[in-house]
């Protein structure tokens, strides 16, 4: 009689299959989880800030603003932290490492050449088409320096949450998955999305947000951090909200140095909703996109994530 032998790989179970891939818990799920942290986490601050600390966030002035964005960061930073202590890894790989030369020269070149430069270059292209005038000043001796620090810290928060939240482990994990461009495009579209809630926005906006989210993800995969992008996402703001006094997402906010005034058509001039409603953003960003990678295609891709596991 002849005995068969036996296998040596056993069948894999189809459930372990589902949650399980050789590396352990797989990307989809460890994203469901730190998701699932995050709004656990707001929603507790949300319910402590109501019923005990009895604070409002209503109002546009900086000094207002800013605890309840810094609190939305320490959130993300903390899910961050939870998430890199279960899977064992330094969080700087996440996009933001703090034991670095580069942090302070990278970001500082973000805000000036990719942030408020671009935007600067942006608006006196509308003024030589009579669709823009930069106005008057509007403030005056001490409040100058007050609004333009008060802003520039405000921003910076809102820079380092939007870019830390959506391209630092969610964009990392994702990739893991299915690869580091469709992990960008993806998430970048969640942005896009998540701007449908402003209420100054037009479609023009909302694509504008997403062509940020992808110029973002080149400066990540190039150089391996998040701090450029946070610098031109900060130097952006600033300088629409506080230096020129733009609307931004249909907002004007108080404190800001100049009173600009606009005219021409809204597809144009950005309308009510500010430069990021423009056309001419859209094609702004594409350059940048291009010009960036010609000025850093030498450099060393980072080793991100590229095995597909999902």
Known sequence: MEIQPSSSNPQPDPIQEIFFNRQGLRPGWRVLIAVAFYFALNAGWIVLSRNFLKQSFQGLSPAVLIPGEAVQLLLVVLVTWIMS???HRNMGEYGLPLKSSRLLPLFARGTILWGFLPLSLLLLLLRTLHLFYFGTLVLHGGQVWYFAGMWGVFFTVVGLTEEYSVRGYLLYTLA?????????????????????????ETRIGIIMTVFFAMFAAVTLRYLGSLWLAVGAHAGWDWGQSYFYGVNDSGIQVPGHLLNPRIQGPDWLNGGSVGP???????????????????????????????????
């Open 85 to 87: 202590r279960i899977e």
């Open 176 to 200: 893991e998955g299915i690869g580091f461009w469709p992990a960008a495009t993806v998430l970048a579209a969640l942005f896009g999305m998540l701007h449908t809630f402003n209420r100054g």
């Open 276 to 310: 990021e409603g423009s056309i001419l953003t859209l094609a702004l960003l594409v350059v940048m996109a291009f010009l960036f990678v010609l000025i850093y295609k030498r450099s060393r891709e980072p080793v991100l994530v590229v095995t597909k596991s999902f």
